[in-house]
């Protein structure tokens, strides 16, 4: 039988003195709406929680779209935040809030900190529910990124910052011993879709939101040409919008042991698949952190952000980032998700050879490519 949640008892900096985790139910909310990175760094973080925690039941606040994401973690449910609809502004997020009190939670983790979340947490005050919001770490992530005043150091990492909440609420997690999410059976569809069984699986996602973060495509068709030209690997493309999907078209019928997989599977589809990997070759993006998960082997490529900023996939052989010269443009990062940089900066990509990105492949997978 299910012992009812016992409510912790608050300091009075509103954050959880450490609860008695044993015989009680404790039901936490996790907030984390957007977008398809950061809701993929909390996944890690929410696994250790229910493993190390396993009577902890657990409510992801986030899009429906991102379900597949908690689907195989035990305890764990999501709830879908229909923002853009009936929970739409000041007076949606209220009816949402009476909805999620009907669940019993208690106590909040926000892994977001934004306005909504911000509404949320004036609502769940009144019940006084703890409420503890991630810090983003935004003064030191300012200095990383000046232009005149840098100071280049590494900063906590954003799973560290998610665990950080959960230890505030008096709950610790141990992000040390956190391991990879099992690998996720592939549909008869997809393995019908994908084909070349017998080589090896490199993804690769060519895109990113911002330019400042994306390689130049003619240097990855480089990387792409190679690769196929071995005959070893099945190329997938991942990623992309609907120009995006045309440029993936064409390379998909110029190279013979490729397929673009945008638009023809679920975003469930698509993560069993990732999960599947030899290899991922990414940018600084969402893709990248959903291998990760999985521990794939990652290989991302850095324009103008960095790893510094704490964004780097989770438990990645740090080798595996390979990183605009920053002697040649010593203002790297000048911004931490690749929107802003100064005049000149905007080829800084172009530092990292073809060359580079093969031998790296060649490297993790213990294959020749390069002639």
Not at 46 to 71: C, G, W, Y
Not at 177 to 201: F, H, Y
Not at 228 to 247: C, R, S, V
């Amino acid at each position: 039988m299910e012992i009812a949640p016992k409510t912790p008892v608050t300091s009075r900096n509103g954050s959880a003195k450490p609860a008695s985790l044993t015989g009680n139910r404790i039901h936490i909310l996790v907030i984390r709406l957007s977008a398809m990175g950061d809701v993929a760094m909390t996944v890690p973080v929410i696994s250790a929680l229910v493993e190390q925690h396993p009577h902890i039941k657990v409510t992801v606040l986030t899009r429906a779209f991102f379900s597949p994401l908690f689907s195989q973690l035990k305890n764990v449910t999501v709830y879908e935040a229909d923002v853009k609809g009936q929970h739409k502004g000041v007076f949606g997020l209220w009816k949402l809030y009476k909805k999620l009190k009907g669940l019993n939670i208690d106590m909040v983790a926000d892994l977001h900190n934004v306005l909504r979340s911000n509404v949320l947490k004036a609502y769940f005050n009144l019940g006084s529910i703890p409420f503890i919001q991630v810090d983003k770490g935004r003064v030191e992530k300012k200095a990383l990124t000046s232009l005149n005043h840098k100071v280049f150091e590494p900063l906590k990492t954003t799973h560290q910052r998610y665990a950080d909440v959960f230890g505030k609420l008096g709950i610790p997690i141990d992000l040390e011993n956190a391991g990879p999410l099992p690998k996720r059976a592939i549909t008869p569809s997809t393995m019908e879709l994908v084909k070349g069984k017998e080589q090896k699986w490199i993804g690769i996602a060519p895109f990113a939101a911002f330019d400042g973060k994306m390689y130049p495509l003619d240097l990855m068709e480089k990387v792409v040409t190679a690769l196929n030209a071995t005959d070893h690997y099945k190329i997938l493309f991942f990623g992309g919008g609907e120009k995006e999907k045309g440029l993936l078209n064409k390379w998909a019928d110029k190279f013979r042991n490729s397929t673009n997989l945008v638009g023809k599977l679920t975003f469930k589809e698509e993560v069993a698949l990732i999960s599947q990997l030899k290899l991922m070759l990414a940018m600084d993006s969402g893709n990248a952190h959903l291998a990760a998960l999985f521990g794939i082997p990652t290989i991302t490529l850095w324009g103008v952000t960095h790893p510094y900023a704490g964004f780097y996939p989770f438990k990645q052989d740090p080798q595996n980032a390979l990183l605009a010269d920053r002697e040649q443009f010593p203002l790297i990062p000048t911004s931490v998700y690749g929107n802003k940089y100064p005049p000149g900066y905007e080829n800084v990509m172009r530092s990292i050879a073809p060359e580079d990105v093969l031998s790296k492949i060649e490297e993790i997978l213990n294959s020749k490519i390069l002639p």
